[in-house]
């Protein structure tokens, strides 16, 4: 059983490029979400999917965009990278959206460097 | 605004017990997680409480206060293999969780 895969696991990218991150998830979760998490800043919230074919913005999505055509994946992708955008990135999912003991499961994460 | 805090960082001796604390303000609440994330890992799950009072699963409890908009996490008979950083998250009116920074729990011999 796999989980939650990411990748690529890092990468070094130029700025004005354009990136995609990849999640995928086997365990039929509903929920899936992407965050970014920086040294001495708690993990924030950029793009969240309750079910496949919803998204919604969370607490830093300028910059980023994701899509959630069925329920396994859910890329990120960077349409033109800047060096702000250097972080760890990291996939998640949940089996109840909406309710309060849903816990969510994280994927390995990717490092990403914007030069 | 939305806040969490917790220290930044905390040593303690292995085989003692140590207390972490996180402070939240949320707009509404739907509960209190706790994750666990070793060095270059990521986040796993912990501990979730909704209604006040104390959860104990092991080694670990953790305790909430709602009225005080407070919450800790009690580790007893510390291990080296303890040392992590232990996330604080509080889930908001919109079942969203906004995270605490982490605190760094380093265990010494």
Redesign the interface.
């Known amino acids: 059983i796999a989980g939650i895969t990411q990748a690529p696991t890092s990468q070094i990218l130029a700025a004005g490029r354009r990136m995609t991150l990849r999640c995928t998830q086997d365990m039929r979760h509903n929920a899936m979400y992407w965050y970014r998490q920086d040294l001495g800043l708690g993990l924030r919230l950029i793009h969240y999917s309750n079910t496949a074919g919803t998204t919604g913005k969370g607490e830093v999505p300028d910059g980023y965009s994701v899509s959630r055509a069925n329920t396994d994946d859910f890329p990120l992708t960077l349409a033109s990278a800047v060096p702000s955008q250097t972080s760890v990135y990291f996939c998640a999912s949940s089996d109840r959206p909406g309710q309060g003991a849903n816990e969510q499961f994280f994927g390995p994460g990717t490092r990403l460097t914007v030069l | 605004g939305q806040n969490?805090d917790q220290p930044t960082e905390m040593t303690a001796t292995e085989g003692a017990i140590v207390q972490i604390n996180c402070t939240y303000q949320t707009s509404g609440f739907?509960?209190l997680?706790w994750y666990q994330q070793h060095a270059g890992?990521?986040?796993?799950?912990l501990s979730?409480n909704?209604l006040d009072g104390l959860e104990e699963k092991g080694r670990f409890s953790s305790f909430l206060s709602r009225s005080k908009g407070y919450s800790y996490l009690l580790l007893k008979e510390l291990q080296m293999k303890d040392s992590a950083s232990y996330?604080c998250?509080a889930?908001d009116s919109n079942?969203?969780?906004?995270?605490?920074?982490?605190t760094k729990l380093i265990i010494k011999p």
Do not use: C, K, S
């Open positions: 969490i739907n509960g997680f890992e990521a986040p796993t799950f979730y909704v996330l998250a889930m079942y969203q969780l906004i995270w605490g920074a982490g």
